[in-house]
């Protein structure tokens, strides 16, 4: 979700070699082909704000408005084009969170009790003090129920902040707010399906339960082919779809059990193909070497049936969570997060919106929410946590992170706007939440981003780095 070391590593090099490295450098995080970024993201809510506020407003969002229509026979489901990327789209980006998050509790910086305990304590701490300072100014209004808008954060925007800073930091840093963040929003989508859900279609929930537990069979019995995955994959996403919740959560579901552990360890791998590598070579310098057709023909063969082993047994050092992220993260940076934004971004401002949103609790209430309640809720709850000694401070990183990191997860964008329009019934009330929820989001961008520059090793110095070692100076001698 930001750069990772080897990525890293590759923009340092690239510093050597370009004149505009210094700006290189600090935009790589928000446009990283390897990881979910929030570049793209922020790009495509500029280009939905000025458009909305553009003579061509209201028939762009006529545009997201419009029915699209699925049938098969007698059966139909139609939505707008907006609640198809909610629906449709978005789960990809939920299933790319749960295979991430899995991989810090099982092997990652979180593999360890009481560091695993650690962001999920900060994560309740980020739920209960957000809502509770919302409701401090809410609570007996009419936009009381809109308490969940406060209850998640996003992703993408808070990891490409932490990402500016790339080996600055620790790397436990990344792996406790993408784990924060990963709780966080499973707390928001509970939220979602619990407390704005209207009804609930038993026969669907045991559908996705069904083909949910059809998963955990194949995994048991460590079936390899992918397709059986991707149907009963589409099978849990049609029957969280059809039973009223909202379909994120089978993103989430599904992601968590993806393996973290590739089925072939790199040691075993290089004690299985040491032997077809070299008979792969016998047979093509037999081919080579043929006297006619049909014994080159047969050595060619031979060689590619040599091939095929080595090629299943490299596909066997690969985790399946690993390739999956690879595979799908750059059509959710590139596409589902943009259209995301550019189909719910719908703030029309004005000089009205501005009076309406300093005078009403709903806007109050989700700004002090966020850019208050987020770092507060999860400074206190981690702290309170590491005292009575059932977490621990992972390693290398600092109290300063820890407010740093609390500030980021303030910027609540895509699963604040999910829930303030399932909350919320006028129109005007959804452009006020979404106005608050901007504002609120710039607040805790810039708060978090002031927080972690202070609490970053200096510009050439590696925070993971042995004392006394460096990181090479961007500009140095190669």
């Known amino acids: 979700m930001s750069l990772s070391p080897r990525l890293s590593g590759r923009v340092a090099a690239r510093a050597h070699h370009s004149p505009a490295a210094a700006f290189l450098r600090r935009v790589e995080p928000f446009f990283a082909i390897g ?20 003579p061509w407003g209201d028939e762009y969002l006529r545009l997201w408005e419009r029915q699209v229509r699925l049938s098969y026979g007698s059966a139909a489901v139609a939505r707008s084009a907006a609640e198809w990327i909610n629906d449709a789209l978005m789960p990809l980006f939920f299933l790319i969170i749960g295979t991430e998050v899995k991989h810090e509790f099982a092997k990652g ?3 360890s009790l009481k560091t695993a305990i650690f962001p999920v304590a900060g994560a309740v701490g980020g739920l209960v003090v957000p809502i509770g300072l919302y409701l401090a100014f809410n609570f007996g209004t009419p936009t009381q129920n809109a308490w969940g808008v406060v209850a998640a954060m996003d992703t993408a925007f808070s990891l490409a902040i932490v990402a500016l800073f790339t080996v600055r930091l620790p790397t436990a840093v ?29 026969w669907f929930l045991g559908v996705a339960a069904a083909a949910y537990l059809a998963i955990l069979a194949l995994l048991r019995m460590r079936w390899t082919p992918p397709a059986a995955y991707v149907v009963l994959g589409l099978m849990v996403w049609i029957g969280v779809l059809g039973s009223g919740v909202h379909p994120t959560i089978a993103g989430v ?7 973290t552990s590739s089925r072939l360890s790199e040691r075993r791998f290089a004690e299985r193909v040491q032997r077809p590598l ?6 093509q310098k037999a081919a080579e070497q043929a006297s006619d057709e049909a014994a080159a023909a047969q050595q060619e063969a031979r060689a590619q049936k040599r091939l095929g082993y080595i090629h299943e047994m490299t596909s066997a050092t690969d985790a399946a969570a690993g390739r999956l992220v690879r595979t799908l993260t750059p059509w959710v940076t590139y596409l589902v997060l943009p259209l995301f934004a550019l189909s719910h971004v719908r703030i029309h401002f004005s000089t009205e919106l501005l009076a309406d949103a300093l005078r009403s609790p709903l806007a109050v209430g989700i700004v002090v929410g966020l850019a208050v309640g987020k770092p507060v809720g999860f400074l206190a709850a ?16 600092t109290w300063r992170m820890v407010l740093g990191l609390g500030g980021v997860a303030g910027v609540g964008f895509t699963i604040s706007l999910f829930i303030a329009e399932l909350a919320l019934t006028e129109a005007a009330e959804v452009e006020v939440a979404a106005f608050g929820i901007l504002v609120a989001s710039i607040v805790s961008g810039l708060f978090g981003f002031l927080v972690l520059r202070s609490a970053a090793a200096p510009p050439g110095e590696e925070a993971d780095a042995p004392p006394g070692e460096e990181a090479d100076a961007p500009n140095g001698a190669a």
């Open 35 to 54: 990881q979910v970024s929030g570049g793209p993201l922020l790009i495509a809510t500029l280009v939905a704000l000025a458009v909305v506020n553009s």
């Open 109 to 111: 910086s979180l593999a």
């Open 174 to 202: 990344r792996a406790v707010l993408l784990a924060f963040a990963a709780i966080d929003d499973v707390f928001g989508l509970l939220v979602i399906a619990v407390a704005y859900t209207a009804s609930l279609t038993p």
């Open 253 to 259: 579901a599904v992601g968590l059990l993806l393996p």
């Open 278 to 283: 070299d008979e792969f070579k016998d047979a």
């Open 382 to 397: 981690t702290w309170a946590a590491t005292r009575t000694g059932a977490a621990q401070l992972p390693d290398g990183v």
